[in-house]
Structures are given as structure tokens and as C-alpha cells.
Nanobody, 124 residues
Framework: QVQLVESGGGLVPAGGSLRLSCAAS????????MGWFRQAPGKERECVAA????????YYADSVKGRFTISRHNTNNTVYLQMNSLKPEDTAVYYC?????????????????WGQGTQVTVSS
């Protein structure tokens, strides 16, 4: 069992930066692949970034490539999403998710555990 708690969301002007954190409980965190998803009102949930269990493989949605960076620190059971050059279209609730298989995935069905989400609002 893994519990995930996101933090770091907020209101930021366009062009600004935020760093989201996801703190995970459980001894086997290092075995899980991790993903960051977002869902804007009226839109489907989408994966913006994912990282394999050892951190050697990453995935980024085209819309965030070059602006967002996912990283993980297995020693402190935390995964991060550094978001730079934020745009109003990045506004959404951002969720952290864990995949027991440890393999990188952009599909929400592959993830077993989810956090409650943190709101990110980018003003124009």
C-alpha cells in the first residue's frame, strides 16, 4: 500500500515557475514508477510526465517538453515536478500516481495509487 500527498500548487503568473512535490509512504516506493497527471475542467486526465522506478527513463507530454522536469529521490520517498515557463493552459489539478510495475507509462489505468491532487492556476 502506498499513500501519496501532493504539495506545491498555487497561483502563478504566466512565465512563472512552480515545483510540485509528492511525498509517498510505504517501504517499497523505490520499486514504483511514478507519474504526474493533470485534469482541467471539462477535459480528460492526461499524463504530463512519468519516471521509471530507478529514474533512468522519463516520459513527457509534447505540451510540456522543455518546460517541465520530473525527478525522484528514493531515499526520501519523494517525486518532484519542476514546472517552468508556465502557461495559462497549464491550469489544472495535478495528481501524483504510483505504478507497482515500476515501468514507465502514460496511461492512467496502469497506475495503482493516486494522491488527492493540488491545484495549479496560471494567470495570463
Amino acid at each position: 500500500q502506498v499513500q501519496l500527498v501532493e504539495s506545491g500548487g498555487g497561483l502563478v503568473p504566466a512565465g512563472g515557475s512552480l515545483r510540485l512535490s509528492c511525498a509517498a509512504s510505504g517501504r517499497t516506493f523505490s520499486n514504483y514508477a511514478m507519474g504526474w497527471f493533470r485534469q482541467a475542467p471539462g477535459k480528460e486526465r492526461e499524463c504530463v510526465a512519468a519516471i521509471s522506478w530507478r529514474g533512468k527513463s522519463t516520459y513527457y507530454a509534447d505540451s510540456v517538453k522543455g518546460r517541465f522536469t520530473i525527478s525522484r529521490h528514493n531515499t526520501n520517498n519523494t517525486v518532484y515536478l519542476q514546472m517552468n515557463s508556465l502557461k495559462p493552459e497549464d491550469t489544472a489539478v495535478y495528481y501524483c500516481a504510483a505504478d507497482r510495475d515500476g515501468l514507465i507509462s502514460r496511461y492512467s489505468d496502469d497506475y495503482n495509487y493516486w494522491g488527492q491532487g493540488t491545484q495549479v492556476t496560471v494567470s495570463s
